[in-house]
């Protein structure tokens, strides 16, 4: 291919350096900044994990409560916003509205759209970290048509996301600590992951130099695809379909007929080829929260038991398909009473902290230059323009 390789999906092409996070997908190794992805789940707080992966250490203790305090300082949304949400149908997915609004924050914020100046970087990156819960709720709200909840500083980041999306204002709401620590994991578990395709996209829009708000829009863009994100709702919506553990059979066969496109969402990974050590994490926290809460779910058997033959059939098991993180998030989020459309949404509530961590690695890069992949064309040789009435 003359100058350059052709490598369609990118499945050998290492687009950068980076020290945030590492992944060894044939042992289902997953570190962040050295630490074990299930050490950080067990003991750490969103807040330690989103300073971890923005500056490299964990945070001591008057560090960690200066980092919350900052970005407590920025979870409201400025006001106006709440007009552009009034934009949008009621029925607008949330994803939508997060591409929507998440772009246009570009447009409020213009104290920290200068991205060579470094506290401007990290303005911006503490901004979306805080108004991201902020965001995600209010899509929700909108969508049932309740009131939008402003944020409350005294709550942690999962207490608060909880309350501006469960909450009313005609009551005081009760933090449960069950369901706070279980969002607490899910976030923890999607924080980052390495150059994966929303990512990616996020240090592509950002090679640019375009600003901060406008990058991220972009990696909710890709994130939003059933190959990506948009897993957890689809495998959610597949396990409710699926209803009765007696089909299951019938959805086996599907994923592995040859002339049908359909695929088990929640299965499979680029990397990972052995486990995904986050799906192991989210199975025992999704068996926890629906017992401690005293939900008996049916989708919980169906997904335990789809995981159970699928973990034992050839097909499966000969081209390495193991359960992902989605598979059991949704699970958990049903319980928790999410809707499936909402998701999504969470993933990149929580990915954030990933993307602009990502994003000022790359900009403080001396290496970074513009990304711009080549092609191999395929189209026409050159030809001779006939008029319109002559073809
Ligand atoms: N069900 C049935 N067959 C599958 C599945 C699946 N979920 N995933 C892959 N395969 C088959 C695929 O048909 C292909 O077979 P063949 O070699 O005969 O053509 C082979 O396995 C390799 O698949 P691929 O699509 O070439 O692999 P990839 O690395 O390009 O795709 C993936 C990875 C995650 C997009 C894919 O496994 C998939 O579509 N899974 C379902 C969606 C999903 O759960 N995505 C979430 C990923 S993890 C979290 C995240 O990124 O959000």
């Given at each position: 291919?003359?100058?350059?390789?052709?490598?369609?999906?990118?499945?050998?092409?290492?687009?950068?350096?980076s020290?945030?996070?590492?992944?060894?997908?044939?042992?289902?190794?997953?570190?962040?900044r050295?630490?074990?992805?299930?050490?950080?789940?067990?003991?750490?707080?969103?807040?330690?994990?989103?300073?971890?992966?923005?500056?490299?250490?964990?945070?001591?203790?008057?560090?960690?409560?200066?980092?919350?305090?900052?970005?407590?300082?920025?979870?409201?949304?400025?006001?106006?916003?709440?007009?552009?949400?009034?934009?949008?149908?009621?029925?607008?997915?949330?994803?939508?509205?997060?591409c929507?609004?998440?772009?246009a924050?570009?447009?409020?914020?213009?104290d920290?759209?200068?991205?060579?100046?470094?506290?401007?970087?990290?303005?911006?990156?503490?901004?979306?970290?805080?108004?991201?819960?902020?965001?995600?709720?209010?899509?929700?709200?909108?969508?049932?048509?309740?009131?939008?909840?402003?944020?409350?500083?005294?709550?942690?980041?999962?207490?608060?996301?909880?309350r501006?999306?469960?909450?009313?204002?005609?009551?005081?709401?009760?933090?449960?600590p069950?369901?706070?620590?279980?969002?607490?994991?899910?976030?923890?578990?999607?924080?980052d992951?390495?150059?994966?395709?929303?990512?990616?996209?996020?240090?592509?829009?950002?090679?640019s130099?375009?600003?901060?708000?406008?990058?991220?829009?972009?990696?909710?863009?890709?994130?939003?695809?059933?190959?990506?994100?948009?897993?957890?709702?689809?495998?959610?919506?597949?396990?409710?379909?699926?209803?009765?553990?007696?089909?299951?059979?019938?959805?086996?066969?599907?994923?592995?007929?040859?002339?049908?496109?359909?695929?088990?969402?929640?299965?499979?990974?680029?990397?990972?080829?052995?486990?995904?050590?986050?799906a192991?994490?989210?199975?025992?926290?999704?068996?926890?929260v629906?017992?401690?809460?005293?939900?008996?779910?049916?989708?919980?058997?169906?997904?335990?038991e789809?995981?159970?033959?699928?973990?034992?059939?050839?097909?499966?098991?000969?081209?390495?398909?193991?359960?992902?993180?989605?598979?059991?998030?949704?699970?958990?989020?049903?319980?928790?009473?999410?809707?499936?459309?909402?998701?999504?949404?969470?993933?990149?509530?929580?990915?954030?902290?990933?993307?602009?961590?990502?994003?000022?690695?790359?900009?403080?890069?001396?290496?970074q230059k513009?990304?711009?992949?080549?092609q191999?064309?395929?189209?026409?040789?050159?030809?001779?323009?006939?008029?319109?009435?002559?073809?």
């Amino acid at each position: 291919t003359g100058m350059f390789t052709y490598d369609p999906g990118f499945t050998s092409t290492g687009s950068c350096q980076s020290a945030i996070t590492y992944i060894d997908g044939e042992k289902g190794v997953l570190l962040h900044r050295g630490y074990p992805i299930d050490q950080l789940a067990e003991k750490s707080t969103f807040m330690e994990v989103a300073y971890l992966l923005l500056h490299g250490e964990l945070p001591k203790k008057d560090e960690l409560d200066t980092f919350v305090y900052t970005i407590s300082r920025h979870t409201m949304l400025h006001e106006q916003l709440a007009t552009f949400y009034r934009g949008f149908r009621r029925d607008a997915h949330p994803m939508a509205i997060m591409c929507g609004v998440v772009g246009a924050l570009s447009a409020f914020y213009h104290d920290s759209t200068d991205i060579t100046d470094p506290q401007q970087r990290m303005i911006a990156s503490h901004r979306l970290i805080a108004k991201m819960p902020t965001i995600a709720a209010m899509a929700f709200k909108y969508s049932i048509g309740q009131p939008f909840l402003y944020p409350d500083n005294s709550l942690s980041y999962t207490g608060n996301f909880l309350r501006m999306t469960f909450g009313v204002p005609a009551e005081p709401y009760e933090v449960n600590p069950i369901i706070e620590n279980a969002m607490r994991r899910i976030f923890i578990l999607h924080a980052d992951h390495e150059q994966n395709a929303s990512t990616s996209t996020v240090r592509l829009a950002g090679s640019s130099g375009a600003n901060p708000f406008a990058c991220i829009a972009a990696g909710i863009a890709c994130l939003w695809g059933p190959a990506h994100g948009g897993a957890n709702e689809a495998a959610l919506n597949m396990l409710r379909e699926i209803g009765d553990v007696k089909r299951i059979p019938e959805y086996i066969a599907r994923a592995k007929d040859k002339d049908d496109p359909f695929r088990l969402m929640g299965f499979g990974h680029r990397v990972y080829k052995n486990f995904d050590p986050r799906a192991k994490v989210m199975k025992e926290t999704a068996e926890e929260v629906l017992k401690e809460l005293n939900i008996s779910d049916p989708v919980l058997d169906v997904a335990q038991e789809l995981e159970h033959i699928a973990l034992n059939d050839e097909y499966f098991i000969e081209k390495k398909l193991y359960p992902n993180v989605d598979f059991y998030s949704g699970v958990i989020l049903n319980a928790i009473g999410f809707p499936t459309d909402m998701f999504t949404a969470l993933f990149a509530l929580a990915r954030t902290v990933g993307w602009v961590a990502q994003w000022n690695e790359m900009i403080s890069d001396p290496e970074q230059k513009i990304g711009r992949p080549r092609q191999l064309y395929t189209g026409a040789t050159q030809r001779d323009y006939v008029p319109c009435n002559e073809r």
